[in-house]
């Protein structure tokens, strides 16, 4: 081993962590004084966007995956999860379970990319008995939750219980609800004719959000244009609405009113059976953030203008993990893709600064549009700085998106999928995977076994 080597250690396998390890790559890929390390609990990155079509059965599971060894080929991986970073020690360490030893990696530099999970806001029994649009086992299980649903309905003569079969609601407005919301319509509308029994009318998606409007950042016109479109292809969107309980049958909806907050509350609280719940009403940083000893706001961590974590030079935090506040709103911006990405590539120019002792810069968003399909062949785009609705700006999402993917391989197989459904039926299998894994034991050492 070469004396004296640096370690930049990324923690996480996401857009950010992989944007940073490739353009770090760029830089120090042959460098013997370098040594770039990457952890993640995942060996792959997901590509997020894609995910409400996954779930939808458009598009196959394994294609919106990127293994990590096959992105990010100098770049040493860990698969596991982290359990400490120690930022004085300079220290990150690992869970260890039943049958894994517990490690303690070493860094010089340290890139946090941790990403965020989903917000129950409290709520525990929304979080066991809802499903979410986060991971790939969320859209696989989400896509044979609604084959069930359909199954069972198919058969049931109780109305009550029919009906709560075939409700399905959708918590949340952004990019997630309404992405899922549109694609499951499309999914339930498609396979209808396999179940004689159910009638178009008999299907209902409802989106419950908690503000005035749907899709917060985006151009009003488009956002009222993405409302309207949902609403004709028979999805049923409530403004105002703050969920407070789901019990697995029914959910208990508050309707928010416009009264001075001191006077008596006159709030309308109603109810919707459903079975299936999904929840993408918000993200929180992982419990690994919150933990930490890093300095954080809202579960965020606090960086400088150079993607910097406050006292810990060296140390640099991206992506939905830290906070990062728009300049003109004053309010945090959205957690996207985008800003990861663009947080990667500036913290990975600092950091080389700060190895070759030049001028750090500071980190300035220019967004370069957004993009949301909602439902067949309907978009709603900005895109260089214009204003795009309906097949046209869906056109510009796949293309976009398309381009987006990391691989050739994968690509072609995202494009083949989209092909492929335009000519046959969704497949009506529902494969009988068990909802959410239960938190594991994690194995509680009083020493790590290693330090590396
Ligand atoms: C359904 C959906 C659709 C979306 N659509 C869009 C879109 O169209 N455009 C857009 O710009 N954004 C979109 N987003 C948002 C986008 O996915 C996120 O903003 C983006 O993933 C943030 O990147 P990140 O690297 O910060 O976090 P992530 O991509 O979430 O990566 C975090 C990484 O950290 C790992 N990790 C977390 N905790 C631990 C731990 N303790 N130990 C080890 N590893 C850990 C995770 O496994 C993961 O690899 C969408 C999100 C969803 C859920």
Redesign the pocket.
Known sequence: MVKNKKKIVI???????VECAKKLENEFGNDSEIELVM????NF??F??M??QVASGMIETRHIVFPIRTICKKTKFYE????NVDPYGKLVT?WGTGDKRSISIHYDFLIV?????TNFFGMADVEKNAYT??TLNDAVMLRNRIIDMLEQAENETNPILRKSFLNFVVVGGG??GI??AGELMDLLLDVRKYYPSIQKEDLKVIVLEAMGEILPGFNKKLAEFAKQKLKERGIDIQLKKVVTSFDGNEVTIKTLDETPKDSIDQSEINSIITKTLIW?AGTTP???IKRSMFKTEKGKIIINDFLEVEKFPGVFA????ALFVDPITKRPFP??????EAQ?KMAAKNLISLIKNSKKEKFVYHSKGQ??IIGKRTGIATFLGVNISGFLAWLIWRNV?LSKIPTFDKKTRVFLDWMIDLFFDRDVSRLNFIKRETEKEYKELDEVDDVW
Do not use: H, W
Not at 39 to 42: H, M, S, V
Not at 318 to 321: A, L, P, W, Y
């Open positions: 923690l996480g396998s996401g857009f950010a962590a952890i993640g609990e995942d990155l997901l997020t966007p995910l409400p596991g999860r982290i359990k690992l990319a941790l990403g965020s999970e649009m986060k990019f997630a992405e899922t993408t992982v419990n690994t991206i992506g939905d993990c957690p996207t893709a985008q800003i990861a990667a993009l949301a998106y």
